[in-house]
């Protein structure tokens, strides 16, 4: 045990952001001989591959998250702040925070940084897009989604005797970008309404709900080989969801898109499709590519800053000259790989190995019972590869508890395709929310 | 099977309100020969006994509650509106609302009317202490109330070293009203503080949190008797809360509370204190007594109207010489007594026997391993009586799989004294509550 004095004279870890990279770092520093800092702007971890399950109202959101301060309780080398980053002072090597419990403005000093700030959704230079078109980035925007998507039941369940043309649109989902949370989404939306709600509404067939995934590129799951993503399209048919690759949006209004010059009216518009860095990038100075994302060295240091760590989706990583993509097990093998160059340096070693990716395969689901693998070359697709998603995604939500109740939760939703969560809270702030788009909408047209 | 033309002939039976007494009274309706139209504001039925449990992060809105149209799916002379009463024409027998999803207004035509609409807190008059001592009614109550608490937590985390002053007032945690919701709201609130947030923090001790419990009468839990009542009360002591009987509640503002003339600073004032009526009387014109009930007749009917019944929280039901109290089983008994008075008046008959009342008794959780229970003259403090609570409100939560879901986490919490649904959503949302707190606050000492 280090006496206080000895603790008080260690280097000090600054990590911004308890995503799976900045989480793993500050976990992978718990028994070193420095005080770590870890900044987050929630109060929790979110397992962000499951967070299209909250938005489809198959989970609840403590589910899927864990109080990061819990985590870390047994660290006594780590401290936890609620808080917002709002500059870097590289030369002074301070962190700029907006304390957001307590409210005040300070500043926190480093040996070391470490930025895993993640990415939000990126509308390709039509950010007024994102009023009618929101994302799914974090447990907000989750049970945000939840809300309008069973709002839009129940609105069409209301109209459909006096304007069955409104209740339509109602029913018509669009799911912007088809990679594996286009792809999930609008799997899961068609199970919602083909199989959960059906027995629900009097005057609607939930199942005559029309979605609609639109991709710019000519084939779904980019990530994967050609051969899984048309078995991929093959299901999402089967599940009776259009999909339209090859398709540009070329607008997004509060009644819908305007996809390869056509109309469709629709109410619900989900965006699926693109990810811009957080502003990481602009707090160092630092070159970035044109996400946004850091341009960092092999050790994953910034150029100039080899005190200075960028990973997960803030990074640019290039690896056997391709570029990582920003999923899971790449930000976690990067917080795991800049604990180890940490400890190195604080044990006075000056020279890394560089950071080296471990491609252990990358597996979606398409629906109820069905996924895609490729794993190492091994390409599976349909119920086996669904099991493997299965166990591996309970395997790495944080926890044993949350593991046994999503566990036992999908178990009863397999047997009868019910769903725990169709809660819709907040309704009179969604309807102001509705009523603004509606009026903007129209303002937009005139 | 009646046919279409039969069933368009059928009386229409129209119920207010999705909780207890109402949902009852729909399902108890389920097979009669009359058309049900189940009208509520929220999605969903929440289980209110357990409310306190989401507030205090042990389980999750999801967990209590059940979509009101699903629990009704299999009767096809049911359907439900997600919709808000905003008055009723007695004369011409029709419900006007305003439908929440579609947003239309309409009228509803009825042959018989149940206002089952529930209660609201009541303030005594001062409707201004709401916005700093909110109430515990909805999941959007229950969930406001867990951010504010565990972001009090994470506030003093952050001021403790600056300001300490400033973290004890938010350590501070008063709860107004010593009925069975403000004692299990003290006790969890206690657990969390002394048990689930022990570890989790550097600056503070959440254990040196301070919760004092204030009642009016001289003693807490009036519907118990004073010995058992005795019990709780040591109980609550032994938990570290401080309990304040025959104490008057004088002010409330953003910086706490004004009680027997004492000042108690504190950042989270908890309103549990007295409910009024919804406003279903003003609705009908009919009488009511000071807390906003419907004077009812021995068959729950209004006086001058034998097709509109009044039931729950709503109605002032006088059963041997006493006022029956506004608890489940009240609610449950008389929405099957309804069903039951309309099935016989649609078969013909026209005498009814009263409503009568059957006591099964009261059972209150006091912490952790808890509670008092008076059942037909048993009275029973401790853990017997808490191993009794938990598989009463097990076996009343609507359907199998919230009933092991929350098992689960019940044991889980059981043995790690841990919390499932910690989470601070909308952190920023809260910044804004507080910082109008702190405003309307100030303005009113200037």
């Known amino acids: 045990m280090a006496t206080v004095t000895e603790m008080s004279r260690q280097p000090r870890v600054v990590i911004v952001g308890?995503?799976?990279?900045?989480?793993?770092?500050?976990?992978?520093?718990?028994?070193?001989?420095?005080?770590v800092t870890l900044i987050d702007r929630r109060n929790h971890h979110v397992f962000q591959p499951l967070l299209y399950q909250v938005?489809?109202?198959?989970?609840?959101?403590?589910?899927?998250?864990?109080?990061?301060?819990?985590?870390?309780?047994?660290?006594?080398n780590t401290e936890v702040l609620l808080a917002e980053v709002t500059s870097v002072d590289v030369e002074r090597r301070e962190v700029h925070i907006h304390d957001l419990a307590g409210g005040l403005d300070r500043s926190v000093p480093y040996e070391y940084l470490v930025l895993a700030t993640g990415a939000d959704q990126s509308y390709f230079g039509h950010e007024e897009w994102e009023q009618f078109a929101p994302g799914l980035k974090s447990l907000e925007d989750a049970t945000a989604l939840r809300r309008h998507i069973l709002l839009a039941f129940e609105a069409a369940e209301n109209l459909m005797t006096t304007d069955p043309e409104a209740a339509r649109t109602l029913l018509t989902f669009v799911v912007v970008g088809a990679g594996p949370t286009g792809v999930e989404m609008a799997g899961e939306i068609a199970e919602v309404a083909r199989k959960a709600l059906i027995a629900d509404f009097r005057h609607i067939n939930p199942a005559s709900a029309r979605?609609?995934?639109?991709?710019?590129?000519?084939?779904?799951?980019?990530?994967?080989?050609?051969?899984?993503?048309?078995?991929?399209?093959?299901?999402?048919?089967?599940?009776?969801?259009?999909?339209?690759?090859?398709?540009?949006?070329?607008?997004?209004?509060?009644?819908?898109?305007t996809i390869n010059g056509e109309r469709l009216t629709a109410k619900t518009v989900i965006w699926a499709a693109g990810v811009t860095a957080s502003p990481a990038g602009r707090w160092l100075g630092a070159e970035t590519d044109r996400a946004g994302r850091v341009m960092v060295r092999d050790d994953l240091t910034v150029p100039g800053h080899p005190e200075i760590f960028v990973i997960g989706d803030t990074a640019h990583t290039i690896w056997r000259g391709k570029q990582l993509p920003g999923f899971a097990p790449v930000a976690l093998q990067q917080g795991?790989?800049?604990?180890?160059?940490?400890?190195?340096?604080?044990?006075?070693?000056?020279?890394?190995?560089?950071?080296?990716?471990?491609?252990?395969?990358?597996?979606?689901?398409?629906?109820?019972?069905?996924?895609?693998?490729?794993?190492?070359?091994?390409?599976?697709?349909?119920?086996?590869?669904?099991?493997?998603?299965?166990?591996?995604?309970?395997?790495?939500?944080?926890?044993?508890?949350?593991?046994?109740?999503?566990?036992?939760?999908?178990?009863?939703?397999?047997?009868?395709?019910?769903?725990?969560?169709r809660l819709i809270t907040n309704v009179g702030e969604a309807q102001t929310e509705i009523a603004r788009r509606e009026s903007v909408g129209s303002g937009w047209r005139r």
Chains 1, 2 share one sequence.
């Open 211 to 257: 979605i609609v995934l639109v991709e710019a590129m000519p084939h779904i799951l980019a990530a994967y080989p050609e051969a899984l993503a048309a078995q991929a399209t093959a299901k999402l048919k089967r599940l009776g969801v259009e999909v339209r690759t090859d398709t540009r949006v070329e607008e997004v209004d509060a009644d819908g898109v």
């Open 18 to 35: 308890g995503g799976f990279g900045g989480l793993r770092a500050a976990r992978a520093l718990g028994k070193a001989p420095v005080r």
């Open 336 to 421: 795991a790989y800049v604990a180890k160059v940490i400890r190195e340096r604080v044990a006075g070693k000056e020279e890394h190995a560089p950071f080296s990716y471990f491609d252990k395969g990358t597996l979606s689901t398409v629906g109820r019972l069905y996924a895609i693998a490729d794993i190492r070359g091994l390409k599976l697709a349909g119920f086996v590869a669904w099991v493997l998603w299965v166990v591996v995604h309970i395997f790495f939500l944080i926890g044993f508890r949350n593991r046994f109740v999503v566990m036992f939760q999908w178990a009863w939703a397999f047997v009868t395709y019910q769903r725990g969560a």
């Open 55 to 76: 938005a489809t109202a198959a989970l609840s959101p403590a589910d899927i998250s864990a109080p990061i301060r819990h985590v870390v309780r047994k660290q006594r």
